[in-house]
């Protein structure tokens, strides 16, 4: 068994993305309508931005001589980061409350706005975000107004605290005359500082008002569109790829010959199904290319053995309905049209099938010609074949190609027997596969399916090579696995693959069916 990994090089990543191309469409396509539908159906936000500018008042003056105090200088971005928390505190949203004498709750409007750091120009940027453009823009400028008010207030308290310190001083330097007279000037010159930045003190500007915005911040049809495509196709992608790795059926010509270890000679369409290869038997003749996949089968099945020529070959599957009796029929009807003799053989005596798809009499069959009641000549029975139908052009009806008339001889299975086994491998029958491989230039035995009954097991001794039916999306890995396990128990025969019920769509259909 090969132990090739299931995604070893690009082209198994994109045999996969083809095959799941439907469910990858699908998940796109429902992310992509969804984005769209939530966009569509969003109300829509306006965005009014504001920006404010803080400045230290005690920065600017340059009290010395405070007994060993100092002011704490900050970084602009850090006293930035340290006033874009004033703008949304409760005392401001309760003066924006009463300027904009709204019924919105105080908690509403604070949910409306948000403040951060510009880290370009260090300015506090406030946004307001709301459903009509205008009230945007009067909360943004309301919140930068009262952020202005109560930013004044508390730098004028801290001038106050500062006046109130130094004044004190300047009473201690006053009693301690004449020692401290030099003291004395100095803080009578910070206390006139103090004093007059009292009445002009600003430490907050606003460096821009905020306007009416034109157009909504969201929803964004276009963005979330094309945001919900890439993630409905990265989900895609994943879904396609777990959902691939859990199915455990097999679906192309690599992935058989990987389980089975055969070398694949043929694809066949699930079209083909329902035809008996070219049995005239009352049903419309099949198409010439669909008929094309089994003269493929013949010619690869006669180098299957390296030059030598294979007289008898047994055709089966691991499970029914794979399409065995399909490719038995077919591949004998095909040979037949090369000019082979050819004698097809119904051994699966289980659930005979040739009498209701090729036209011919169940009985007598193999079975009463192995338990002595038919002779050789009662049992065989010669099938008309017909040719497969030309198409000459896309508008054109499909012609029958003129030529002579083709036939094969065919074996049913005859009677219901309970030693269906027995029979099988019985000195009676390995007579009969001798004598007929003499006489025909190519014996084709439709057999059971090997894991289902032991029947076919008995066959593969007597017959000089085995194709194996496999049928896309339905034959998982086990069950090819387990066929492979079956034939290795056995002697060795020159074995080959057969992939069937390929669908449009499927790899290697559009190449050997044009359409």
Not at 152 to 179: G, I, K
Request: proline share 6%; hydrophobic share 45%; with cysteine.
């Amino acid at each position: 068994m090969n132990e090739r990994p299931r995604y070893a090089t690009l082209g198994d990543y994109l045999r996969v993305v083809k095959r799941r191309r439907l469910l990858i469409a699908a998940i796109t396509l429902g992310c992509f309508v969804a984005a769209l539908s939530i966009s569509l159906t969003q109300s829509s936000v306006y965005v009014a931005s504001a920006q404010l500018q803080f400045r230290d008042p005690l920065a600017d003056l340059n009290l010395v001589g405070l007994g060993g105090e100092s002011i704490p200088e900050l970084a602009p971005n850090q006293r930035s980061a340290a006033n874009a928390e004033l703008v949304t505190r409760p005392e401001v949203t309760r003066q924006v409350a009463q300027k904009l004498d709204t019924k919105v709750s105080p908690d509403g409007l604070r949910g409306s706005v948000d403040a951060r750091v510009s880290p370009q120009t260090n300015l506090v940027i406030l946004e307001a975000s709301w459903g009509d453009a205008e009230f945007a823009s009067d909360l943004a400028n309301a919140y930068a107004a009262a952020a202005k008010e109560v930013g004044t207030e508390e730098a004028r308290q801290r001038l106050d605290d500062a006046e109130a310190s130094v004044r004190a001083q300047v009473t201690e330097a006053r009693e301690d005359l004449p020692a401290s007279t030099f003291r004395l000037g100095v803080l009578e010159q910070n206390l006139a500082q103090v004093r007059s930045l009292v009445d002009i003190v600003e430490p907050v500007q606003i460096a821009e008002r905020a306007e009416v915005p034109g157009a909504p911040a969201s929803p964004q049809p276009v963005r979330n569109s094309i945001l919900g495509l890439s993630i409905g196709l990265i989900l895609g992608l994943l879904a396609a790829f777990v959902r691939d790795s859990l199915d455990r059926r097999l679906h192309s010509a690599q992935e058989v010959h990987d389980e089975l270890d055969l070398p694949v000679l043929g694809r066949v369409g699930e079209s083909a199904f329902s035809y008996a290869g070219l049995a005239r038997n009352g049903a419309a003749p099949i198409l010439e290319s669909e008929f094309e996949a089994f003269r493929m089968l013949r010619m690869n099945l006669s180098f299957l053995a390296g030059g030598r020529q294979l007289r008898s070959i047994l055709v089966t599957s691991a499970l029914a309905e794979e399409g065995k009796s399909t490719v038995s029929m077919a591949l004998a009807s095909a040979a037949a049209l090369a000019g082979q003799r050819v004698l097809l053989v119904e051994s699966d005596l289980r659930k005979p099938s040739f009498s209701r798809r090729l036209g011919i009499a169940r009985e007598p069959g193999l079975t009463n010609y192995l338990v002595g009641s038919a002779s050789p000549s009662e049992i065989l029975q010669v099938v008309e074949l017909t040719k497969p139908l030309l198409v000459t052009s896309a508008n054109s009806p499909p012609r029958a190609d003129p030529g002579t008339n083709v036939s094969m001889v065919c074996i049913a299975a005859g009677s219901p027997v309970p030693t269906a086994p027995e029979l099988l491998q019985s000195e009676r029958f390995r007579d009969f596969l001798g004598k007929v491989s003499k006489a025909y230039d190519l014996v084709i035995l439709d057999g059971s399916p090997l894991l289902a009954v032991s029947d076919p097991l008995q066959i593969v001794p007597m017959v000089d090579g085995v194709l194996v039916c496999v049928r896309a999306q339905q034959t998982t890995r086990e069950q090819a696995r387990a066929t492979r396990a079956a034939l290795d128990h056995l002697p060795q025969r020159p074995a080959g693959a057969v992939l069937t019920g390929l669908r449009r769509g499927d790899e290697g259909y559009e190449y050997y069916y044009g359409y």
